[in-house]
C-alpha cells in the first residue's frame, strides 16, 4: 500500500514538473513591457492565462520550492533526498539552461566548434620586444 501511494506521488511530482518546464517555455516575452507573460492556464502551477511570470518591476517572480510546499502541506508530493538535491537544483539544472544560442556554443568556458587559433604574433615569442 505504501509503494503505490510513493508511486502516485511520484506520478504527480513528474506532473507538477512538466508543466513547470512547460510554462518557462512556452512563455510569451512581451519586450515593450519587459515581462514573460503566461500563454495558457497551468492550474498545477497555479497560474492562469495572461498571469505575469516574470518581469523587470512589480511582479512577484514565481517560485517551484513554494508550489512544492504547498503540495507537500497537502501531503501530495515529498521532498527529494538531500543528498540527491532539491527542488532548487531541480530548477538549476533543468530550466536554468542557456536560451541564447551564443551562451550555449561554449561548455566549460571552451568553445564546441573550435576551428584552431589565431596565429600568434612576433613568431611564437609572445609580447616582449627581446
Known sequence: METTSRVERDVFRGRVKEEWGLLWRERF???VRAEAVSVRDYPLVFTSRGHVIFATRN???LSFSQIMAVYASQGLVYSPDPDVGGWGKFVRTHE?????WR????VNGQSKCKKGGQHMRKGGRGWLHK
Request: cysteine-free.
Open 59 to 61: 511582479a512577484k517572480v
Open 96 to 100: 536554468g539552461r542557456a536560451a541564447h
Open 103 to 106: 551562451a550555449r556554443a561554449f
Open 29 to 31: 516575452d512581451d519586450r
